[in-house]
């Protein structure tokens, strides 16, 4: 079946420390998108990637980085320079065109102590 | 800038109806809503596009005032399913824009 696969679920780490939260899709899509959600803040983009070798920073970037090498792999790492890292992350996929449906991951739950 | 949802929450019974809110102050080419249960990934329902375009949901039905740049999801004769936060994504009328999203609405329907 496609779809797009984040892992893992939950993940925990020291302060300080970077990490990297994976996402993959098979569903062929162009477009690729990094969101954060805190409670009651709705989904903040962080980077999207229209295109291979290519993404942009969204409204929150600061303190992530991501690469776009396949088309399938859009990974987010959350660098020790994210002052709030701790928070519920969400990849999703869209064909790229304008007013297209945007499919989601399962997300991944960061925790940073 | 975030499209403004509202209300913030709604508890209804089972088989009411109820209507959520989307307000932006950008002209706007089209809104998205989704809705998202706790813990998981939002879930697609529409696509309303200016000039009077849908796409999504057959059981789900919606409007977008152009002029005012608010959209209307209407969820009728509600069951326990549809409880979970409902969110509208915006996308301006420059250019390629992305999706911006509302801070939600949350959705309680009860026996």
């Known amino acids: 079946d496609g779809g797009i696969t984040q892992s893992p679920k939950y993940l925990f780490r020291k302060e300080g420390q970077n990490v990297t939260l994976s996402c993959e899709q098979n569903?062929?899509?162009?477009?690729m998108y990094w969101y954060r959600q805190d409670p009651g803040q709705g989904l903040r983009l962080i980077y999207y990637?229209?295109?291979?070798?290519?993404?942009q920073k969204g409204d929150i970037a600061e303190g992530y980085s991501v690469s776009r090498e396949k088309k399938e792999s859009f990974p987010l790492t959350v660098t020790s320079a994210q002052k709030n890292p701790t928070a519920f992350y969400l990849c999703?996929?869209?064909?790229?065109?304008?007013?297209?449906?945007?499919?989601f991951g399962q997300g991944t739950r960061l925790t940073v102590v | 800038q975030q499209p403004v949802q509202s209300p913030q929450a709604v508890i209804l019974r089972e088989g009411e109806d109820a209507v959520i809110n989307c307000s932006s102050s950008?002209?706007?080419?089209?809104v998205h809503w989704y809705r998202q249960k706790h813990g998981e990934a939002p879930v697609f329902l529409m696509i309303?596009?200016?000039?009077?375009e849908q796409k999504g949901h057959d059981k789900i039905s919606a409007s977008f005032n152009e002029k005012k740049q608010q959209s209307s999801l209407y969820l009728t004769a509600s069951q326990l399913s549809y409880s979970g936060t409902y969110f509208c994504?915006?996308?301006?009328?420059?250019?390629?824009?992305?999706?911006?999203f509302g801070k939600g609405t949350m959705l309680l329907v009860s026996p």
């Open positions: 990637s229209q295109i291979v070798n290519d993404f």
């Open positions: 999703a996929s869209s064909m790229g065109a304008r007013s297209t449906e945007a499919f």
């Open positions: 994504g915006t996308e301006e009328n420059s250019g390629y824009s992305t999706l911006t």
């Open positions: 950008k002209a706007l080419y089209s």
């Open positions: 569903l062929n899509h162009d477009a």
């Open positions: 309303l596009l200016k000039g009077g």
